[in-house]
């Protein structure tokens, strides 16, 4: 860990086993993926209340950690008093990158990001391409797929901009397109849909008190 990682103890300290260094989390972060347990939710209060103890700079280590226990915590982190425009768009760039936890991000950045709407229509026009050129790479080598999209993240990002009216008829239209239906062939659609709206309303009480 780095000197600048002192920051992220309150959420995990590093502990040696059988020559191993494993990453020990003070909270479930497994439960942070579904909210559906009065242990997620105090879990949430925990976090929230020790990033508006901190600093922005908390919270964009957690999001720029490769590993998505870290990263699930820095957007439940993002809800703490006073978000900033660079959280934001480290949130977007997390999302770009495919991260595994793109429904909850996606979610999160639909109820904080007052141009969210404007950012997800390009994103879902674009099919959601990743923009990491690392992932890219992996996957030309890995999948007989031409380009590496965010299918989850997709699905997510589609079913937030139905939510809004004026919207709805696109989204539908989308939702009914050939290549749409061709990209997210794998992922369960109402899965992932239930898991990215039901994420947003658990955080969406929290946003409110």
Known sequence: MSDSSDLLKPFFYEQSINGKVYRIYTVNSIGLLNLNSNEALCDVRKIIDIVNKGDIDTLILLLSDKNWRTQIIGVVG????????????????????????SPQIAASLFLQDKNFIEKAVVRVNNLCEIQNETV???WKRSSTER????KKGLISLLVLCRQVPSLEDWGNKKLMSPEFKEITISPNIEQVSNLCLNWMKHMSMVKTR
Request: no cysteine; net charge positive.
């Open 136 to 138: 890219k790479e992996q």
């Open 147 to 150: 380009i590496s999209r965010s």
């Open 78 to 101: 993002s809800f703490a008093i006073g978000i900033k425009e660079k959280v934001i768009s480290k949130m977007w760039d997390l999302f770009d990158k495919g991260s595994w936890i």
